[in-house]
């Protein structure tokens, strides 16, 4: 009896210490600021429970604050910042939670209402349109704005190709971009053929889109147009001029109400205060929102941007809330030389629904970004231990997640920070050159078990600045230029020493670990790059252990070291399906133990070269498997040699590798042959590595498999990818595939398969 009393007693005493180790409020659409913040009577606003957490003693401010938000849409039309005075007090965690089994939704999205059948119609509207399309007002407080959404669903504006571009010369730097001051007025300077583009009334409205280069595109403004001649203007700078180089994608224009001839898209403009809408079927929902803002949630401290020290913001924590309706980000006068490597996002920008800027120790865990025009997550500046785990995000308009450090300078703090266990899908859906991850200048990273799929370009990109970048001090309005941290450079470079030694303190974006991801249907529609990509980063950066298959693409390659990058390591990785090479290789940077299965029959491995590159002799390119299950196959290419001489087979050290196709081994061994004539490859065998069931996508090898004898060590599938025992099974059913229809060809370069390939 004396042994129950006390398991009771104890079992009370544990509960209500529990209870005293954190304070809770309440924060629902229902309440009302003036309430006291419980379950009963609950605030109405997340800034509201802000302030009242400020006010709270120390002693409370001791103990964990969870608040939790209920069920229902919480509507933001100010960005809420959470500032030192908002952090956990002496290592105390401050939650923002989803109550149990509910699910709070944090939206800008401001109701379209008064819909009404268009009776008068505009001249240029086409006469399909007629007696289907519907018109409101802009909502009051909305001026210009991107992205419509019901419900759920992003609603797209019209889109119409039908013209090209001229082509043009101009002398271009390194990233394509004009390399002369004289020569900007190209990168607003459309010259075209063909009659889309037209002098419209309300050309503050209309954007042209159009990739000038295949690995980037442009949304810009129109300022004139001159039919006749052919020529036209937009407001801001491009990346790149136009036609810069041969792109698989065609340009075209946005919101303009000639080509409002589809059901299911709508047209903005501003002069008349007007939306025009066709619905899919029937009237305009009464889900109809349009976004007020680009960013919702940002945690920051105090950032001496010009200084050495920030005073970061800590222990702020999101958990289980889902968020939607953000805006898409626009360009400004003046954004040349801000934009993070090939304009991919701006540097420093608050165009993320959430966004980490100076600060640290802080989580977003078992949430859910959707259905945004931009961004879902950003680190910027000064980020560290941050952990981003158990995510859903999907639909989103540009980037999933991006760690944007402080330019190259010697200011390296956006670093250490977790990136884990997210299911990450269809990014990009506005701007293609979105990545799923993509750290720039941020370094030590761990990026793992993420599940990521039918992204339009990368699913993970390490990289940072140009080195040639760095080399033209008198330009600041190309990539990055204007990021870079002159003074501290100019008091830290060595003049002695090699290129590498020179250049990469300055380079943050290194040490980092991309590994045990699950990567399929990426590089879905702009062309170049790789689905696991580094490039103008620093070194220690590796990949490894990580599944990428299924990939279709006009892209190099499924993983790349691209121009400018020395000292990555892609090891124990798995790449199977592709319609383009396994991996793509330039500069000194190894490729060791990986399983390359029936990729691209022109090449499993590119060989290739950046401009300018710097003689780096003998990386290592040994015990892989490449195993091919058809009866043709080019294990080793060379292509692209912007600089000769260099980064070819020959130049590595190759060797301890097997080789085997399937249906002709004769063709492997005279390869192979031919490859010890250049001296590599000499211990190498040309076998089957006899993997347990190739067949059925196991890619385990047998106990007697004759690649042990050379080195290889067996890749454990089991630790890649998701780990579906800790994330939350209520997003699985989020996890869309093919939405479009579309069925991807994967011919695999084969020689009756046409192949686009721009360089």
């Known amino acids: 009896m004396k042994k129950l009393i006390y398991i009771i007693f104890s079992i009370v ?25 419980s379950k009963e009577a609950p605030f109405a606003t997340i800034e509201k429970a802000k302030l009242v957490v400020r006010e709270l003693s120390s002693e409370k401010r001791e103990k964990n604050i969870t608040i939790f938000l209920r069920e229902g849409t919480h509507l933001v039309t100010e960005t809420i910042v959470f500032g030192l005075e908002d952090s956990g007090f002496k290592g105390t965690k401050v939650s923002y939670e989803a109550y149990k089994d509910e699910t709070p939704i944090i939206s800008s999205g401001v109701a379209v209402k008064g819909w009404e059948k268009l009776k008068e119609y505009p001249v240029s509207l086409p006469n399909v349109a007629k007696d289907n399309v519907w018109v409101a007002d802009i909502p009051e407080g909305i001026d210009r704005f991107y992205t419509m959404f019901d419900g759920q669903t992003r609603i797209p504006t019209t889109h119409k190709e039908g013209f090209t571009f001229k082509d043009i010369k101009y002398e271009g730097a390194k990233s394509m971009n004009v390399l002369h001051n004289k020569d900007r007025y190209l990168l607003r300077k459309i010259e075209f053929e063909g009659g889309v583009l037209k002098n419209w009334p309300n050309l503050e409205d209309i954007e042209v889109g159009f990739a000038p280069v295949p690995w980037t595109m442009n949304l810009l403004e129109l300022e004139s147009v001159d039919e006749k001649n052919g020529i036209a203007w937009t407001v801001l700078e491009a990346n790149a001029p136009p036609a810069a180089k041969k792109s698989h994608t065609k340009p075209w224009v946005e919101n303009v109400i000639d080509h409002l001839d589809s059901p299911g898209h709508w047209v903005v403009n501003t002069q008349e205060r007007k939306i025009y809408y066709w619905p899919k079927e029937g009237e305009p929902s009464a889900n109809l929102v349009v ?57 420093d920008r608050g165009n993320a629904m959430v966004r980490f800027r100076g600060a640290e120790n802080c989580e977003i865990t078992e949430c859910r970004f959707t259905n945004s025009g931009g961004s879902a997550i950003r680190l910027d ?70 599940l990521i799929h039918h992204v339009p370009r990368k699913a993970v990109g390490i990289c940072g600045i140009r080195v040639p970048i760095l080399q033209k001090r008198d330009i600041d309005f190309d990539e990055a230029s204007k990021t870079i941290r002159w003074n501290e450079i100019d008091n ?3 003049d002695e020493g090699t290129f590498w030694q020179k250049y990469t303190p300055f380079l943050h974006a ?15 529609e ?15 950066n590796i990949m490894r252990n990580n599944y990428a298959h299924h990939i279709t693409s006009h892209a190099s390659g499924v993983m790349r070291t691209d121009d400018w990058q020395r000292g990555t390591t892609f090891e124990n990785n798995v790449i199977y399906m592709s319609n383009v090479a396994a ?36 990386s290592k390119i040994q015990n892989n498997i490449f195993y091919e299950s058809g009866n043709a196959i080019k294990y080793y290419n060379i292509s692209y040699r912007a600089s000769e001489g260099i980064s070819k087979p020959e130049d590595c050290n190759a060797d301890y590798n097997i080789f085997y196709c399937a249906e002709n081994l004769a063709a492997a061994k005279k390869y192979v042959a031919s490859k010890r004539k250049d001296g590599i490859d000499k211990n190498s065998l040309i076998t089957d590595p006899l993997f347990e069931n190739i067949g059925d996508k196991n890619f385990k090898l047998k106990e007697n498999s004759p690649a042990f004898k050379l080195g290889f060590k067996q890749i454990d599938m089991s ?19 093919d939405i479009d229809g579309r069925r991807p060809n994967f011919h695999r370069n084969k020689a009756d398969q046409e192949i686009y390939d721009f360089w």
């Open 510 to 524: 290194k040490n980092n670990i991309v590994e045990n991801n699950e990567v399929y249907r990426a590089l879905e």
């Open 492 to 494: 830290a470079i060595k």
């Open 381 to 450: 500046l000064h980020a560290q231990n941050i952990t981003i785990k158990n995510n859903m995000i999907d639909f989103v308009g540009h980037m999933g997640i991006l760690l944007c450090g402080y330019g190259p300078g010697t200011k390296d703090v956006n670093k250490n920070n977790i990136i884990s266990n997210n299911v990450i899908h269809h990014v990009g859906r506005v701007m293609k050159m979105g990545a799923a991850v993509f750290a720039w200048q941020s370094g030590s990273n761990k990026i793992s078990n993420n």
């Open 526 to 540: 702009l062309a170049d790059g790789s689905a696991l990509n580094v490039s103008g980063a620093g070194e220690g």
């Open 13 to 37: 005493l544990f509960s209500c210490s529990k209870s005293e180790q954190q304070t809770v409020f309440y924060v629902s659409p229902l309440g009302n600021d003036k309430n006291i913040g």
């Open 291 to 347: 976004p007020k803002l680009k960013e919702y949630i940002r945690v920051e401290g105090l950032v001496d941007y010009e200084g050495a020290t920030d005073t970061p913001a800590k222990n702020i924590a999101f958990k289980g809330i889902t968020f939607m309706h953000g805006e898409r980000d626009s360009w400004w006068k003046g954004h040349k030389g801000w934009g993070i490597q090939h304009d991919w996002d701006k540097f």
């Open 719 to 737: 630790s890649i990818g998701l780990k579906e025992n800790e994330f939350p099974a209520k997003f699985m059913k989020f996890n869309l595939q």
């Open 583 to 618: 991996i793509v290789h330039k500069g000194y940077n190894n490729i060791i133990n990986n399983i390359i299965v029936d990729c691209s029959s022109k090449e499993s491995i590119r060989f290739a070269s950046y401009p300018d590159e710097v003689a780096d002799y003998g």
